[in-house]
């Protein structure tokens, strides 16, 4: 009989908020609907400035939470001295181009890894605890911050096979997108080795894509027996609350594009995006942006003369999805380079539950384009193809704007089944 015992370890958990919070929780809600005691550890402070406190309800009652008290580092998302890739948005200046150049090594030397590194060793102590007095054997840990993954190496280290454990990467570490482009040398060796020695040592590594997987599989041959895909998903609870608390969808007095996430210097131009916009034959139009911006890509909007590009901040998870079901089309944004082909977005599997028109734009190829032509969700355009892009809003302008998505498609994407996925993972 399966030991339905679980540890994880979730270093993003309410109330911190932004996407990337929601896999872990979501597997932790439907685990114990399973019927497993479930136990995690998680940091007794939120991890980022962006808190979302609505989060807190959809944590099982019957979970047990051990919030642990440590030296990870508070920060904001878009802050220089977190991102790897922060010189993109460094001064020109020769002066200021050195002193930027120095804060980076310093940080490269100080964080190898991530700036949760501190919080590490504490995890660790109180997972040797739990293990022991609950007698548990299966231990879910899940990326971002990748520096987790050493609670994991020591664990199997003290405990080898008596207890079994599924490394989350969510996303590719060593293959992320533009990482070799944007650290130090000797951080990217650090990172590969720690990674390398990761997938040696977990019992199963999980990825969001197949891509993914199959990228590191075509680095270590042997990874294809002891790795799983399990992609993100859609909560069918979120959206009983949804029409519960807003029975109607968020009403705009002109015609909406809605996007909800992060703009980053990484993560692609938006300008092109916004230049294809305002071609479309659209008397009256805006563009809300909900969630983060980088200031040198704001700063370039402006610059653009965009008055009707929106920025709202931050939403709660609830109230972020109002928005978008009162949009007329819903934005998908990805960088433009090879690693983004292979990434979903959490949002995507939400948006097609919601049954807007979804424009996405991002690399030449994407896995999101087969995820909306097998949907018939929306369309997908290059980020830098502009004439193509206009093309995509004029076909999505002339379909009805709420077209569900019949749920015997989107099943395979409901958080339930993917955590049962999950739990079959465990033997």
């Known amino acids: 009989m399966k030991d339905k015992k679980i540890l994880m370890i979730l270093n993003e958990f309410p109330p911190t908020g932004q996407s990337g919070v929601q896999r872990g929780l979501k597997f932790l809600k439907y685990t114990c609907r399973a019927g497993w005691e479930a136990h995690v550890i ?68 100080l964080f190898p890894y991530d700036k949760q590194i501190g919080w590490m060793p504490f995890a660790l102590v109180k997972a040797i605890k739990l293990i022991n007095k609950h007698k548990i054997r299966n231990v879910y840990i899940t990326a971002f911050p990748y520096s987790v993954f050493w609670v994991g190496l020591a664990l199997k280290l003290i405990y080898g096979n008596r207890i079994f454990w599924v490394a989350d990467y969510r996303d590719a570490w060593q293959f992320a997108p533009l990482l070799d482009k944007y650290v130090l040398p000797f951080r990217l060796k650090i990172i590969t080795k720690t990674d390398d020695l990761v997938l040696k040592r977990c019992d199963v590594a999980l ?13 270590h041959p042997w990874l294809k027996h002891k790795s799983a895909t399990i992609t993100n998903g859609y909560d069918e609870d979120d959206f009983v609350k949804l029409h519960s608390t807003f029975p109607k969808p968020k009403q705009f007095d002109c015609f909406t594009f809605m996007y909800m996430g992060k703009i980053h210097v990484s993560y692609g ?129 002339t379909l009805p704007q709420n077209r569900l998505i019949p749920l015997q498609i989107l ?8 955590t049962k996925s999950l739990l079959d993972l465990y033997n």
């Open 411 to 418: 099943h395979q994407y409901s958080r339930e089944h993917l």
């Open 207 to 219: 990825f969001v894509t197949e891509n993914i997987q199959e990228r590191y599989i075509q680095k």
């Open 269 to 397: 131009n938006p300008l092109p995006l916004l230049n294809a916009i305002s071609q479309c034959n659209l008397p009256k139009f805006q563009f809300i942006h909900i969630g983060s911006v980088d200031q040198t890509v704001q700063d370039s909007i402006s610059k653009a003369g965009i008055d009707w590009y929106k920025f709202e901040g931050y939403k709660p998870h609830l109230e972020a999805l109002n928005y978008s079901s009162g949009a007329d089309i819903n934005i998908i944004m990805l960088s433009d380079d090879p690693e983004s082909e292979h990434s979903y977005t959490g949002k995507l599997f939400e948006l097609l539950r919601l049954g807007k028109p979804i424009l996405a734009v991002g690399p030449k190829n994407s896995i999101i384009k087969q995820v909306l032509d097998q949907t018939q969700g929306g369309k997908y355009a290059h980020i830098s193809d502009i004439d193509q892009i206009v093309s995509c809003i004029n076909e999505l302008l």
């Open 42 to 109: 998680t940091p007794k402070n939120p991890v980022r400035k962006v808190v979302d406190y609505s989060l807190l309800s959809d944590i099982p009652s019957e979970a047990h939470i051990h919030r642990v008290t440590g030296f990870g580092i508070n920060t904001v998302t878009e802050s220089k001295m977190v991102h790897a890739r922060f010189q993109e948005a460094a001064p020109q200046r020769q002066p200021e181009k050195l002193f930027w150049a120095f804060v980076k090594l310093i940080n490269d030397l």
